[in-house]
């Protein structure tokens, strides 16, 4: 079975510096892979998706992510983030055949600081 | 194209009833998801429909649970006879099969609480 793991809970980043969320997967194969925003209160927006081709994906807001195949990673980054960019950030794979079910990772919480 | 919605935003019951919630999912998309999430936690799958077929359903949903989209557009989700442990976030999302895997688009979900 597919899983997913974001080794950090809760990352705290000062206003303006790089930012980098951790996310590795197992799965047989390679799967799809989703990087889900979720604000205080609010559903998921999708911020980025690898499905093949290029391993850097670049998404919404600024972010992007590398796909890993060696270290079965998918982690996301931002050059310089903002304070707008305190929200729980979720992994997310789905197989790449039949449906497209998504197994999540268990989020990391960014606070940014001024 | 306005998004996935749902309803009610929140719920708050007492252990023992029934609930019930809607999803409408982008016009043209003929596969619904529902999701649930707890506290700390990411969302979990429940289960998935393509148009009014119900295709897979997750060892979490319960006999007290169940979910039907009859016409192909806007699915409910049922929870009879409430607990405590049912108090979550309840997910919906959609997405078009167009041959290759597509994107989840998730609606603000309704927030579930059991008293």
């Known amino acids: 079975a597919q899983s997913v793991t974001q080794p950090d809970i809760h990352i705290t980043v000062s206003e303006g510096a790089s930012l980098e969320l951790r996310c590795n997967y197992s799965?047989?194969?390679?799967?799809?892979l989703f990087w889900y925003v979720q604000s205080p209160g609010q559903g998921l927006q999708l911020l980025l998706k690898?499905?093949?081709?290029?391993?850097l994906v670049q998404g919404i807001k600024g972010f992007e992510a590398e796909f890993k195949r060696s270290q079965s990673s998918f982690n996301l980054r931002k050059p310089s983030v903002h304070w707008s960019d305190a929200a729980e950030y979720f992994c997310?794979?789905?197989?790449?055949?039949?449906?497209?079910?998504?197994?999540f990772g268990t989020g990391t919480r960014l606070t940014i600081i001024p | 194209d306005t998004g996935v919605s749902q309803d009610p935003r929140h719920k708050i019951t007492k252990r023992g009833q029934n609930v019930t919630f809607r999803c409408d999912p982008i016009?043209?998309?003929?596969?619904l998801y529902w999701y649930r999430q707890t506290l700390g936690q990411g969302p979990e799958f429940l289960t998935y429909?393509?148009?009014?077929?119900?295709?897979?359903k997750s060892r979490l949903l319960s006999d007290r649970f169940s979910a039907e989209r009859p016409k192909g557009s806007f699915s409910t989700l049922e929870i009879q006879r409430t607990e405590q442990g049912d108090s979550a976030m309840y997910l919906c999302?959609?997405?078009?099969?167009?041959?290759?895997?597509?994107?989840?688009?998730f609606g603000p979900g309704t927030r579930l609480t059991v008293l």
């Open positions: 999302a959609s997405s078009s099969v167009a041959g290759v895997v597509d994107t989840q688009y």
């Open positions: 799965y047989g194969a390679t799967p799809y």
């Open positions: 690898y499905f093949s081709g290029d391993t």
């Open positions: 997310a794979v789905a197989p790449n055949f039949g449906n497209e079910k998504l197994t």
């Open positions: 016009s043209e998309h003929n596969r």
């Open positions: 429909f393509q148009n009014e077929a119900q295709l897979e």
